[in-house]
T-cell receptor, first 116, second 116 residues
């Protein structure tokens, strides 16, 4: 099955600086890679996702890059703000067949702290 | 519109008790997933429904875990004879399910189960 590794496990950056979180995956059949933000006591919230036919995607201060050959993808947050403090999870999912299972395999999470 | 809702938000059970956790997915969403999130870890897949059909239950840790979605909307995860190792946050997610691509999974707030 799929195995997703994520690092670092904790990350502290000064407000206004950039943060980068990296993930690797093992299953070459995976082709959908979402990133979730989870705040204390809440469920994961999708912040950005990328599919394997795209190398990079950007949404305001957040960007994700994907290298299918190396089987790794990264989350980039620029101009960080205190409200970016949370736990971030990467995940991977295979292309579903007609009635297949699009289950997500998650990384172990990165606790991001923005220092004011 | 309303997101995924789960109830109860918190559940304390004595070891050996049975518990039932409820998930109300986003209206019209075909796919429904249950995940288990241990403290400090990423969510781990338990089971998957497409409408009322349970197509994958490979992640259920033992036969004490049972899930159903009889009418293709609300789902219940039942744990019989709870053990301390069952203590975790149980997350439900739903997705609209387009046939040819992996669709976004929207998560509920989770139910935190504590087994004493």
């Amino acid at each position: 099955g799929e195995n997703v590794e994520q690092h670092p496990s904790t990350l502290s950056v000064q407000e206004g600086d950039s943060a980068v979180i990296k993930c690797t995956y093992s299953d070459s059949a995976s082709n959908y890679f979402p990133w979730y933000k989870q705040e204390l006591g809440k469920g994961p919230q999708l912040i950005i996702d990328i599919r394997s036919n795209v190398g990079e995607k950007k949404d305001q201060r957040i960007a994700v890059t994907l290298n299918k050959t190396a089987k790794h993808f990264s989350l980039h947050i620029t101009e960080t703000q205190p409200e970016d403090s949370a736990v971030y999870f990467c995940a991977a999912s295979p292309q579903p067949r007609n009635f297949g299972n699009e289950k997500l395999t998650f990384g172990t999470g990165t606790r991001l702290t923005i220092i004011p | 519109g309303a997101g995924v809702s789960q109830s109860p938000r918190y559940k304390v059970a004595k070891r050996g008790q049975d518990v039932a956790l409820r998930c109300d997915p986003i209206s019209g969403h075909v796919s429904l997933f249950w995940y288990q999130q241990a403290l400090g870890q990423g969510p781990e897949f338990l089971t998957y429904f497409q409408n009322e059909a349970q197509l994958d239950k490979s992640g259920l840790p033992s036969d004490r875990f049972f899930a159903e979605r009889p009418e293709g909307s609300v789902s219940t995860l039942k744990i019989q004879r709870t053990q301390q190792e069952d203590s975790a946050v149980y997350l439900c997610a739903s997705s609209l399910r387009f046939r040819t691509s992996t669709d976004t999974q929207y998560f509920g707030p989770g139910t935190r189960l504590t087994v004493l």
